[in-house]
């Protein structure tokens, strides 16, 4: 329990469809007057240095966010693309790459003074980095960070004041049972307050729990008679192949998902462009692809 560190993977393909999304669906929902609430209940460390040495070890940001920055497309960036790749240069002051914005950072910058934000972290070294970094914001009662499960601590806070809030659920699945923790989390929160935007990311590997994740959510939705997006990136194939001394060689992930409940009506329109894109850009073998759907 607790191996996971977001560190080794900041920037990498799944992060570019996480964070375009979440970017995309809080340009909307921030338009608004009244106050929002944003739940992060798997928050991470907030930021990551694309130069240090968990980053280096794994390269995974040389194969996502770094790949996506290093070869503009043959056509301009799609608005949501740029738009992402925009705010992440906004926490670098030179062309260097040097930061990331984990999902703390780039939900609070979106954020006017009205708006708040709950951050659940439960990892004993990245509570302390999370809570140094949002130190260094001074964003004062705006932004909370709790020691808890963040399945559990959500309930409390639902439904918001405000009747406007943006679930992002993005645990590890370190373990198997959190793909059942995440279905649970968000049937228990649809019932506390159904009108709320709910943002599920989740891995697409060879393994019946991932693959049953989004189709739970769909039902859900359905079920409650909600609207709901789903988009997905693949960039290589999930199969395992040799190296050449006869050794399995594991892809790596190959492919994640969003699922959405609630979605802004704009953000289908804003991922129909984004989404080639990051595959032209981001694919590593001929299996690269991307799908977009939404119902209800
Ligand atoms: N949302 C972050 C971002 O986009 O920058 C990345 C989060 S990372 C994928 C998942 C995080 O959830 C890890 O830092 C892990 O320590 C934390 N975690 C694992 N189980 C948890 C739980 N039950 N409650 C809260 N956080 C948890």
Known sequence: MFSYRHAFHAGNHADVLKHTVLLAVLRHMTQKETALNVFDTHAGAGLYRLDGDYAKTSAEAADGFLKLVATPPKEPYAPALKDYIDMVAGFNTTNHWSV?????????????????????????TDIKTLTANVAQLEAGRQVAILREDGFEGLKKFLPPPSRRALVLCDPSYEVKHDYARVAAMITDAMQRFATG?????????????????????????????KAWLHATLTVKSSKLTQDEQGEVVRPGLPASGMFLINPPHTLKAALKDALPQMVELLKQDSNATSTLESGG
Do not use: C
Request: charged residues 20%.
């Open 100 to 124: 990331y914005p984990g999902s703390p950072f780039i939900i609070q910058s979106l954020l006017s003074g009205r708006d708040k934000l709950k951050l659940w972290e439960m990892h004993p």
């Open 197 to 225: 935007t709910y943002a599920v990311w989740y891995p697409i590997i060879p393994r019946p729990e991932a693959h049953d994740l989004p189709k739970k959510l769909k039902t859900l939705a359905n079920r409650s008679g």
